[in-house]
């Protein structure tokens, strides 16, 4: 059975889908934490908001595409909330607050989920185009799933060209290598953090509403999500895009193929690789400040 | 005339306050997860005991008091030893938790307070480490895939592939199905088990699965994984090819909504279906359909069964822990799932086994029961109670 291309190239196809779903939501994380040195540990809680919202859009409209519109910008609406209520004042806190009252913001939004819409997982139709297997290079796969896969390469791609070609990526930048200089150019950095803090919320919501009909929605997948996607942005290398992109093909390569050729160990393996870059390269594979 | 009125007032106060303590005479501890990933479950079985104390007309003469085990273990000792040391209970109801109950039975069986469990099917429990304080009205890991195996054999299936999650439940559930399967002629031609609680994506699985290339897989999930489990298993397209067969919590009434049209077709067994065409059933479902505004499923079952064979004890005359745990062994009825004793030497509950089809209905997805295995009785395995 291993000799088969076929089967190889089905889980390559398994392991890109899982690394997509991982990019969507730390090159989020991974900006927040670069740009504005904030360790926002809720950002698991919107991917769930994410889904639940797409769930309900879905629902409501009666059509998916209008729910993948509309769960980015609900999550990015939360986000906003949660930043002029909570974030902005504790951006000077120092870290050890931050991920207290982030990781604290997790139960409350779990809390509301689970009194807006039940324990009970909730399920999110494909839509009637992406359902069913589809060929893909003579071999069968999901189609939702490679769907998945291009959103992620899409995004990848978009994000990359904004950040490398254009006036607001290069400020971007400037803002992640050292924000006071940056500001002394003028640069207003607050507003830029502003800014990409709601770009990061969309993604996670983006993700959500992608991953609701495969997974289906439930209260667990707030922190469920969020050790994978710590890892990819330990990995990878924090505030960089290139961290995040190489940081989510690893571990989504790693945590397929893991459980192809070593399920006992599947589970432990990323993490032995975590220890690894931590020992060998603490910044990470691509920190965003050489 | 003051007087009089006085004299009556407190005669009437005082008639009030005995007839209230006689009635709230049996205290019971609910302990159920309330939050985490079990939280719908223990809803589903608060919801079925509190039916069926109302059904009896009993619903006075038990005095509630509900814990949160949050399905871990440590928590859940905690909160039985509150319920049994500071509420002093007569009676404990729940646990969802295989693990929990592991982790209670020693307090439960020391303290010699009845536990009426309503879910955790860990086999040791009216197996090995069996107790004369612990009854099970739900269903062992064991009795639950046990008959599905030969049933399997049965119907012409030579070599299954298995899937579960790698915890104790998921070994059990395997196990049980793979010792019958054998016995009765199959071939188990790969097994797996996955991470437990961190598998979101069986895509790896599965493809490994379908490449063994058996006549059918079968698999034990439940909660979110299942729902998770049978839309990624149509969205592959295997079920074309190798048909779904599991343990009937994967398509339980709980979930199937979510699963969608992904579950048609699959093949489960269950101590519990709601298109159980009995009188005793159809009652049950009427009723708590009118009451709660959806099917009940297997948890809700077991949950009206547990607040059922407390009810009888009662009404047979226990009034105390010891004379409650003599009394549950003893109860025997025909239920919503039919006929339902305690076996003597198990503590463990007698019943059948239903072999049921997820099959369309309209826009809605149904049961139709296939098969029927009656009156499975788990094997003694260690226990010796008689």
Same mark, same amino acid.
């Given at each position: 059975m291993v000799a088969d291309v076929d089967f190889w190239l089905t889980q390559f196809l398994n392991g890109l889908q899982l690394s997509m779903l991982l990019f969507l939501l730390s090159i989020g994380l991974t900006i927040i934490f670069g740009l504005?040195?904030?360790?926002?540990?809720a950002h698991g809680a919107l991917y769930m908001v994410g889904a639940y919202a797409g769930v309900s859009a879905a629902a409501a409209l009666g059509n998916f595409w209008a729910a993948l519109l509309i769960a980015p910008i609900a999550v990015m609406l939360v986000g906003i909330f949660l930043y002029a209520a909570i974030i902005r004042h504790m951006r000077r806190a120092g870290p050890m607050n931050q991920v207290l009252v982030t990781f604290g913001l997790i139960f409350v939004i779990v809390d509301l989920v689970r009194i807006v819409w039940g324990d009970i997982a909730l399920g999110m139709a494909q839509p009637a185009i992406l359902s069913g297997p589809a060929e893909f290079l003579g071999v069968v796969y999901p189609a939702y799933r490679l769907f998945i896969i291009a959103v992620g390469l899409i995004v990848m791609a978009a994000l990359s060209l904004v950040l490398s070609r254009t006036q607001i990526g290069a400020m971007v930048r400037a803002g992640v290598e050292n924000d006071a200089m940056a500001a002394c150019l003028g640069i207003n950095v607050e507003r830029l953090f502003f800014a990409v803090f709601c770009v990061g919320c969309a993604l996670a919501g983006l993700a959500g509403a992608i991953a609701a009909p495969v997974f289906s929605a439930t209260p667990s997948m707030a922190t469920d999500i969020l050790i994978p996607t710590l890892i990819v942005v330990v990995i990878g290398g924090l505030g960089s895009l290139r961290g995040a992109i190489a940081g989510s093909l690893i571990v989504g390569f790693i945590q397929t193929f893991g459980a192809v050729v070593m399920p006992e160990f599947a589970s432990v393996l990323v993490y032995v690789l975590l220890a690894a870059v931590l020992i060998v390269k603490p910044a990470g594979l691509l920190p965003a400040r050489s | 005339m003051k007087k009089y009125v006085c004299a009556a007032l407190g005669a009437c106060a005082s008639i009030a306050l005995m007839a209230h303590a006689a009635a709230a005479e049996t205290k019971v501890g609910l302990l159920l997860p309330?939050?985490?990933?079990y939280a719908a479950l223990g809803q589903e079985i608060d919801d079925g005991f509190v039916m069926a104390l109302e059904e009896a007309g009993m619903a006075d003469d038990f005095t509630l008091v509900r814990e949160d085990s949050e399905a871990k273990p440590p928590v859940g000792v905690a909160k039985a030893r509150k319920l049994v040391l500071?509420?002093?209970?007569d009676a404990m109801v729940g646990i969802v938790s295989s693990a929990v109950l592991g982790a209670v039975r020693d307090f439960v069986d020391g303290s010699k307070v009845p536990l009426i469990v309503a879910?955790?099917?860990?086999?040791?429990?009216?197996?090995?480490?069996?107790?004369?304080?612990i009854v099970r009205v739900s269903f062992s890991n064991g009795q639950v895939n046990r008959p599905m195996g030969s049933w399997m054999a049965e119907q012409g299936i030579k070599k299954v592939y298995t899937l579960a999650p790698d915890y104790a439940a998921g070994h059990q559930m395997i196990d049980a199905f793979t010792e019958s399967f054998t016995a009765a002629?199959?071939?188990?031609v790969g097994s797996e088990y996955t991470p437990f609680g961190k598998t979101q994506d069986f895509g790896p699985y599965l493809t490994t699965a379908k490449a063994a290339s058996p006549d059918a897989i079968f698999v034990f999930y439940a909660g979110g994984e299942a729902i998770s489990f049978v839309k990624q298993y149509d969205s592959f397209g295997i079920k074309k090819d190798i048909p779904l067969y599991g343990s009937g919590f994967l398509t339980s009434p709980l979930y199937v909504k979510a699963e969608? @049209?992904?579950?048609?077709?699959v093949k489960t067994s269950l101590?519990?279906? @709601?298109?159980?065409?009995?009188p005793e059933n159809k009652a049950f479902v009427a009723a708590f359909k009118a009451k709660f505004d959806r099917p009940p499923s297997e948890y809700a079952v077991q949950g009206y069964d547990a607040a059922r064979v407390l009810v009888e004890a009662v009404k047979a005359g226990a009034n105390d822990r010891e004379s409650i745990a003599e009394g549950l062994t003893k109860v025997s009825y025909t239920g919503p799932r039919g006929p339902l004793t305690i076996? @003597?030497?198990?503590n463990n509950v007698v019943q059948n086994i239903y072999i049921y089809e997820t099959v369309a209905d309209g826009d809605a997805l149904t049961q139709k029961i296939i098969g029927t295995v009656p009156e499975v009785r788990d094997p003694a395995n260690g226990c010796s109670l008689k």
């Open positions: 504005m040195h904030f360790v926002n540990l | 309330k939050s985490g990933n500071q509420d002093e209970v879910n955790a099917g860990n086999d040791a429990a009216t197996g090995a480490s069996c107790s004369k304080y002629g199959g071939e188990i969608g @049209p992904a579950a048609i077709g101590h519990y279906v @709601p298109t159980l065409d009995t076996d @003597p030497a198990t």
